[in-house]
């Protein structure tokens, strides 16, 4: 079995492994199988909450992907779903944090203003809106905001707007586009397809909050039907432990 590194940006030593269970909590979540309901969906078995929660849809592999999750949201204005690992499986967060995503929204979506993000977060049961009061660290497009993806690292204590943020480029509803973050001792860095967008200070990252994964689909107004928002193909979290 290969050694894989993670790189001196995320760890600060050149070298550091993170397949020492002892050293990083990973987590891995490629979306292949047929299970789409709550309890089931994934490889991880999501938990779906929210208001009018949806579904996945369930789509083959394509070039690229290993396997593919449609994240829908309901008909009315705010309606959400919110797929949750609401045990709170990831611990305390430091610095050599790495999340990343492959996504690719879906273009009808956008005739009905929607919201989809993909991060970390404090509560299991809010879609993190500009508006929301919550912990959140992630990645965001919010259609009532602009048509761009969003680097996104949220305060529940600051209250609602809380928020620092990285601009990430606009949607691409054609294309896969994979995004990472990579949680410093100085900042948290966002990129895109590789490229580096920029660093959101660290003003409205609470450190000492127990965290989940989380993604969400919500809907700005109505859509008419159940719409399925964005695909999504990877997620990979690596979060060091502080062990030895």
Known sequence: MSIQVIDSALSGATGARYDDPLKYFRLTERFYGGNNATGTAGQLDWYRLGTNPQNMNVAHAVAGAFGIKGIRAHTATDDFTVWTQ?????GPIRPGLSLTIRVRPQAGAFSNDAMFA?????ANDIAPRVAATMDFL????DTGVDTNWHLVVKDQAGGAGAESTVNLGAIDTTNWTTFRLAYTATGVDGYANGVLKGTAPLTNLDTSRTWHTGMSAYNVSASGASQRICDATLYDLIVPTGGW
């Open 86 to 90: 609401y045990y709170r499986n990831v």
């Open 118 to 122: 993909f991060g970390i977060q404090e």
């Open 138 to 141: 992630g990645f965001r497009y």
